[in-house]
């Protein structure tokens, strides 16, 4: 019973795959939508049921299909892993997914290849659920890759552009980089303990009575690697932003709520491996706020909405390795939850602005939508309200819970992660303000079309703004019901404790006053002083510095992509013509050799019985020579 419906699980996405890549065409837009979300709303089903039924089964649920490689005594199958973990996971995946696809049928009805996107993004949802419940690290590999590829496809959807193909190979390549970290950590791992499988990695690591701790470190450090670029951490953060060139529903799905998540799920994962290597723990707390403090700054003076919210994913990503770092993996995984309801109900109300304004992204030239959007403008306040820590709605209770844990381990980390909290208030407000106050600052005739999105793009946002704003209650202090539920992943939980004194209260009381400030100094620059951020061209000092993301792109650019353009010049106009004249040389010789050696083949039977008797005589004499 539990096998089929995992398949089912599974299968769901991967049908409405198939069905839209053969068929979507000839069923027509709608129909393709239709049953495109409706294979991901079986698999949220079918998620809820496992979740109904894992408090009987503590322990999880084990489906091994297949014997998949056993070479000596390493073996790998091909199996599933159902637990607490997996099934958390699951449900935000399948269910903003199916939020998500529900939007698409809306946002993307005008474009011709409608039913391609439904394929695409059926096709990731597939891998991501393998991603997840896969029961070892090579399933977990063939979803990560998988979700890569999908990344790739829909980034570059709209083909025709060429920076949106640019922003694609740039996300392709950049996480190929963090993938070679996994792979690498995924042999040095099969190699110590002849196996891949969690639960036996577990076993054999706490069993272990002579741990080779200096591979364990290289190779939870590689994992680290892997989770950079999938999570996009620095370095490996820059192809994230680029990545809005995809369609706004891509950009909450995929690199919001889900996709951007699995570094997180990996280590969370491999907490047993992670928690014996303190030195790698450190430097993933030291990436995570550096990541966080870095991304919120660029976002201060960004104008494209798209790019603000992908800094903020970046910077809220941050915020989640610190956590990692810290070992409070529980509290890494609250923030994943909350985050994935605000952020994607923010990106898909961006793409509610987008659509009204039919493709105008510039937060300069929008302005006075509150009016006339008023749903939109309510969910994306909701979840402006959240991201900034503002109390009672679900951020407030996750980021507090970085931010004291970050207190009680590393203050520094702590400063810095303040920091980026209050800058994430400014200009999530500064976002909101820019789009929906003061007068409207776009061309006459997109305020004549300014209307309130349809009911497809509506009713998802409702949904999101309603969970961002109670989300926080699964772990509420003193009575979590979150740690309770991850006891199973992470046993230490069950003696934790999760009460507030009055650090806690203070600390508290230092975060929400931090981001009421963040939202105070954005209301008096935007709404008081009515300022309108200044033209590209005008924008000079530490601004132009930010607004141009430090120069990392351009850095990079300088010391990896021009000198490996230039060595692949060399190679081609240098290396490979030498090399080709070479080749070529032997042809010719040997072609030479043929001409010349066919005019002996004229025709005439005199000369051909004269070598042969020429060659018979070669004969007779090397014979009789050789008796002598």
Known sequence: MNTNIA?????????????????????????????????????????????????????????????????????????????????????????????????????????????????????????????????NLLVLFIGWEGVGLCSYLLIGFWHNNQEYNDAAKKAFIMNRIGDLGLLVGIFILGNLFSTLDYATLKTAIAGATNLDMYWLSVAAFALFIGACGKSAQIPLYTWLPDAMAGPTPVSALIHA????????????????????????????????????????????????IKKVLAYSTVSQLGLMFLALGLGAYEVAVFHVITHAFFKACLFLGSGSVIHALHGEQDMRN???????????????????????????????????????????????????????????????????????????????????????????????????????????MISLPGNSWLNHYLIPILPKLATAEHNLGTTEYILMAIAVVGGLVGIGIAYAKYIKQNTVPTEDAAITGFSKVLYNKYYVDEFYDAVFVKPINFLSRFFRDTVETGLSALVFGFGKVTNEISYQGKKIQNGSIGLYLFVFVLGLCAIVSYLFLAQQ
Request: aromatic share 14%; charged share 10%; glycine share 8%.
């Open 7 to 135: 398949l089912v699980l599974v299968l769901a996405p991967f049908l409405g795959f198939l069905i839209n890549v053969f068929f979507g065409k000839s069923l027509g837009k709608s129909l393709s939508g239709i049953i495109g979300t409706l294979s991901v709303v079986v698999s949220f089903i079918a998620t809820a049921y496992f979740f109904g039924g894992i408090a009987a089964q503590p322990e999880g649920i084990r489906i091994s299909l297949f014997d998949w490689i056993q070479i000596s005594n390493f073996k790998v199958d091909f199996g599933f892993q159902l637990d607490q973990l997996s099934i958390l996971w699951l449900l935000f995946v399948t269910g903003i997914g199916s939020l998500i696809h529900l939007y698409s049928i809306s946002y993307m009805h005008d474009d011709e290849n409608m039913h391609k996107f439904f394929a695409y993004l059926n096709l990731f949802i597939f891998f991501m659920i393998t991603l997840v419940i896969g029961s």
């Open 366 to 472: 929008m302005g006075g939508l509150k009016k006339v959007m008023p749903i939109t403008f309510a969910t994306m306040l909701i979840a402006s309200l959240a991201i900034s820590g503002v109390p009672l709605f679900s951020g407030f209770f996750s980021k507090d819970e970085i931010l004291l844990v970050a207190f009680h381990h590393n203050i520094p980390l702590w400063v810095v992660a303040s920091v980026a909290s209050i800058m994430t208030a400014f200009y999530m407000f500064r976002l909101m303000f820019l789009t929906f106050f003061q007068e409207f600052r776009g061309t006459a005739e997109q305020k004549h079309h300014l209307h309130e999105s349809p009911s497809l793009i509506t009713i998802p946002l409702i949904v999101l703004a309603i969970l961002a704003t109670i989300g926080g």
């Open 257 to 304: 709520a889900t996709m951007v998540t699995a570094g997180i799920f990996m280590i969370t994962r491999l907490n047993f491996l992670f928690d014996l290597t303190p030195d790698v723990q450190s430097i993933i707390a030291i990436v995570g706020a550096v990541t966080a403090l870095v991304a919120a700054t660029i976002g201060l003076v960004q104008n494209d």
